[in-house]
């Protein structure tokens, strides 16, 4: 199964090539420069992942990344930096990032967190309907 | 020197640390421009060997990604050698014009992050002055930082020089200063310290909304302001 992919960077060379590698690798991806319409992007649809740089105009990866968990809190986060410091990725993990990555990126790297990041929304996925099953079969009497 | 680092040591440092990491972290995303666009390229490779076709004009349009971001690390780098060669002397032989350009330029990061936009007003002679480099960096640092914090709905900080009777003035313009905001900012220490060290004067102008640093045309060092 394809995985559904987000980028939101302000760099727009940097998303247009990076897009075409994922999307060559079998991936679905949209893309965005401006954090504000990613925020919008989010709220119409679902990604398997957010690839989401740390550092741009309007809003910080932050900012963003706490308004998403907010609404969403399985969707899977990837945060991208220049320089990733311990600081940083302690501060990114707490609001509930997946992962931070250091740029520029490896491909194979970022496309196995991906997966993971896949794999990890399927699970929680199948969790909350299982528990939705067991709330409708504990609540009715058959 | 006092054997103590001082306030213009402490904050001059500061500056120095902001300035240089914010060039590197651009650096950074040049670097990754060229990787991602490097592996691009290779991708591409691998599908016209495997397809026999070639597609020329998207190689072609690649090299000009490679050019504008070479362009790009070269820009950064020429200004960040200039402004670290800032202090190589007390005092030189400044051309003003030069000095705002590269202030601006790596300013210029900061103010996207703000959504400010800069705009460098600068006459066609040269403007020349003897002072501090550096210490002249840092306080057209602390006016801009002010100037980017007070810009008003606009968003537009207009910045422009002059020399006139002896002295040389930068004129920052285009601020809505909120009351006493002047005050507890710019002219807070370090603003003071710095301007008292390059014998500047700091006039604030609320109706035209503007700052203007006044700085002697050639930099005197009194007794405690020696480097």
Known sequence: MSEKVLLIDDEKDFIEALSERMESRGMKVSSTVSPKEGLEIVDKETFDAIILDLKMPEMNGLEVLKIIKEKNPDLQIILLTGHATVEKGIEAMKLGAMDLLEKPIDIATLTDKIKKAQARKMILVEKKTEEKIRKIITSKSW | MNGTIGILGETGLKFFGAMTASASHELKNVLAIINENAGLMSDLTEMMIKSGAVDLDRIHSLAGRFGSQVSRADR??????????????????????????????????????????????????????????????????????YAMDVSGPQKSVKIDCNKHSGKVNIKISGLHHPPNRYEEGLLSEPGKAVANFLGAALISDEEEGSVTITLPENIVFSEGRQL
Request: charged letters at 20%; glycine letters at 2%.
């Open chain 2, 76 to 145: 950064i780098i020429r200004n960040l050698n200039q402004f670290a060669h800032s202090m190589d002397h007390p005092a030189n032989e400044v051309d003003l014009c030069e000095q705002l350009q590269v202030a601006v330029d790596l300013t210029h990061r900061f103010a996207a992050m703000k959504g400010v936009g800069l705009e460098l007003d600068l006459p066609e002679t040269p403007v020349c002055l003897k002072t501090n480099s550096f210490f002249l960096h840092h306080l057209l640092w602390l006016c801009l930082e």
